[in-house]
């Protein structure tokens, strides 16, 4: 329990985001432990489109290395907008170590436009035993992630509410940050 509460900490350095301090529009897409891909899909009834801002080796901050249990300095990070008729919905920060991207999970993490939850959620995949370890945030220019966000991204609003899960694919571990857009609450959330 103390580490998990030492990685909330870092995570929620502006401020602590529990569900239920969330606005309630957000709490379900906040709170679903489903494909957020697939939930999207199902609310604009099309197809998404993943439009990939960067995806290249970089080092990671203190407040991403905390999650990974062995000593990583450089990843793969994985910067996308899901959008809808052209309309960012989301924005996702995923970081995947060398040692998940090796091996077997090395094909299927050669992405391009298809979604991360495609492989993350694919039918065929063992589901792991371990529920993935979730953690949501309310963001603002303070927090790490919000101005990482705000570099790739410029209409970032000054307050977001994001969510950040912690995946294993095969037993390896990707860090997947979702901050949500505002033009995501057009849609219907079923
Ligand atoms: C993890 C999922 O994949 C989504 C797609 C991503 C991508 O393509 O990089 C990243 C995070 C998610 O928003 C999901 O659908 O739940």
Same mark, same amino acid.
């Given at each position: &329990?103390?580490?998990?509460?030492? %990685?909330?900490?870092?995570?929620?350095?502006?401020?602590?985001?529990?569900?239920?301090?969330?606005? /309630?529009?957000?709490?379900?897409?906040?709170?679903?432990?489903?494909?957020?891909? +697939?939930? =999207?899909?199902?609310?604009?009834?099309?197809? %998404?489109?993943?439009?990939?801002?960067?995806?290249?080796? +970089?080092?990671?901050?203190?407040?991403?290395?905390?999650?990974?249990?062995?000593?990583?300095?450089?990843?793969? =990070?994985?910067?996308?907008?899901?959008?809808?008729?052209?309309?960012?919905?989301? &924005?996702?920060?995923?970081?995947?170590?060398?040692?998940?991207?090796?091996?077997?999970?090395?094909?299927?993490? /050669?992405?391009?436009?298809?979604?991360?939850?495609?492989?993350?959620?694919?039918?065929?995949? &063992? /589901?792991?035993?371990?529920?993935?370890?979730?953690? =949501?945030?309310?963001?603002?220019?303070?927090? =790490?992630?919000?101005?990482?966000?705000? +570099?790739?991204?410029?209409?970032?609003?000054?307050?977001?509410?994001? $969510?950040?899960?912690?995946?294993?694919?095969?037993? $390896?571990?990707?860090?997947?940050?979702?901050?949500?857009?505002?033009?995501?609450?057009?849609?219907?959330?079923?």
């Amino acid at each position: &329990m103390i580490h998990r509460r030492r %990685l909330r900490s870092s995570w929620n350095r502006v401020d602590s985001g529990e569900l239920h301090q969330a606005p /309630r529009q957000w709490q379900s897409w906040l709170s679903d432990t489903g494909s957020l891909t +697939q939930k =999207i899909e199902r609310a604009i009834g099309q197809k %998404l489109e993943v439009v990939v801002l960067r995806d290249c080796r +970089q080092n990671l901050n203190s407040d991403e290395s905390r999650y990974f249990h062995f000593n990583i300095k450089r990843c793969r =990070i994985r910067e996308v907008l899901l959008c809808a008729n052209g309309m960012p919905l989301v &924005m996702a920060n995923s970081i995947i170590p060398g040692r998940s991207s090796s091996g077997s999970n090395h094909e299927v993490l /050669r992405l391009g436009k298809k979604p991360l939850g495609a492989v993350l959620f694919a039918k065929t995949r &063992m /589901r792991s035993k371990k529920k993935p370890l979730r953690e =949501i945030a309310r963001l603002d220019k303070r927090n =790490i992630l919000w101005k990482k966000c705000f +570099q790739q991204y410029q209409k970032l609003p000054a307050v977001s509410w994001a $969510r950040r899960t912690l995946y294993q694919l095969k037993g $390896r571990p990707l860090l997947v940050s979702e901050v949500f857009l505002p033009a995501l609450l057009n849609y219907p959330n079923n």
